[in-house]
């Protein structure tokens, strides 16, 4: 069973930056779609950006250009480098697997094809 853990939320200033690690147990040679999504309180929760086995990315049309997913295989990690932070960004952000090792790019942002989920980090961004 993969476990997932979620670190680096915070407050921070409108204009600044975050950066979001997840650690994730028995991950298996990166061969696993990984996603983080986020909701904000009275919100549906929705997908920020995500990651194929292939390496192919996703991102909300509301984060493009300033958010970034990554990870490092090596050590078990998926990243979520988050810049130019807006008010409009504070929610719980959870970091997510995919049932499926594989999922096309337009997937890959729908939570319904994720199974496993974190524990989430509160960012909070303040104007």
């Known amino acids: 069973q993969v476990q997932l853990v979620e670190s680096g939320g915070g407050s921070v200033q409108s204009g600044g930056s975050l950066r979001l690690s997840c650690a994730a147990s028995?991950?298996?040679?990166?061969?696993?779609?990984m996603g983080w999504f986020r909701q904000a309180p009275g919100k549906e929760r929705e997908g920020v950006a995500a990651?194929?086995?292939?390496?192919?990315?996703s991102y909300a049309d509301s984060v493009k250009g300033r958010f970034t997913i990554s990870q490092d295989n090596a050590k078990n990690t998926l990243y979520l480098q988050m810049n130019s932070l807006k008010p409009e960004d504070t929610a719980m952000y959870y970091c997510?697997?995919?049932?499926?090792?594989?999922?096309?790019?337009?997937?890959?942002?729908?939570?319904?094809?994720?199974?496993?989920w974190g524990q989430g980090t509160q960012v909070t961004v303040s104007s």
């Open positions: 997510a697997a995919a049932r499926s090792p594989y999922l096309p790019v337009w997937l890959l942002l729908h939570a319904d094809e994720y199974n496993r």
């Open positions: 028995k991950y298996t040679d990166g061969r696993h779609c």
């Open positions: 990651i194929n086995s292939d390496g192919y990315t």
